[in-house]
Nanobody, 122 residues
C-alpha cells in the first residue's frame, strides 16, 4: 500500500522559515512527479504551490517564487519544500501529492498525504 507522510509544519513568525518533508513508501515503480499543494480553510480548492518532476524540473506558483524551493532525494523517495520569508498569507494546510506508477508501463496514479498545518503569525 502506497503512503505519503508529511512532516515539518508548525507555527512561525512573519519572515521565518520552515522545511516540509514528504516520504513516499510502498510498492512504487516510478515517481513521475511530486507536488506540494496548499489549502486555506476558507477556500474550497487546493492551490499548486510547487512541482518537481522525474528530471528535477521545477515549477512554482507566482506567489511563492523566490521564497520557496522544492527538491527531492530519489534514494529516499522524499520531497522537500523549503519555505523562506514566510508571510501570513502562506498560512494553510500543506499537502504532498505524488504522481506515481506502480508497475512498468502502468498508469500514473495520484496519491495524497494527510496534510500538515503551516501557520505564519504577523
Amino acid at each position: 500500500q502506497v503512503q505519503l507522510v508529511e512532516s515539518g509544519g508548525g507555527l512561525v513568525q512573519f519572515g521565518g522559515s520552515l522545511r516540509l518533508s514528504c516520504v513516499a513508501s510502498g510498492s512504487i515503480f516510478n515517481i513521475v512527479a511530486m507536488n506540494w499543494y496548499r489549502q486555506d480553510p476558507g477556500k474550497f480548492q487546493r492551490e499548486l504551490v510547487a512541482r518537481i518532476d522525474s528530471g528535477s524540473k521545477t515549477n512554482y506558483a507566482d506567489s511563492v517564487k523566490g521564497r520557496f524551493t522544492i527538491s527531492r532525494d530519489n534514494a529516499k523517495n522524499t520531497v522537500y519544500l523549503q519555505m523562506n520569508n514566510l508571510k501570513p498569507e502562506d498560512t494553510a494546510v500543506y499537502y504532498c501529492n505524488g504522481e506515481l506508477q506502480l508497475r512498468i508501463g502502468g498508469p500514473t496514479f495520484s496519491y495524497w498525504g494527510q496534510g500538515t498545518q503551516v501557520t505564519v503569525s504577523s
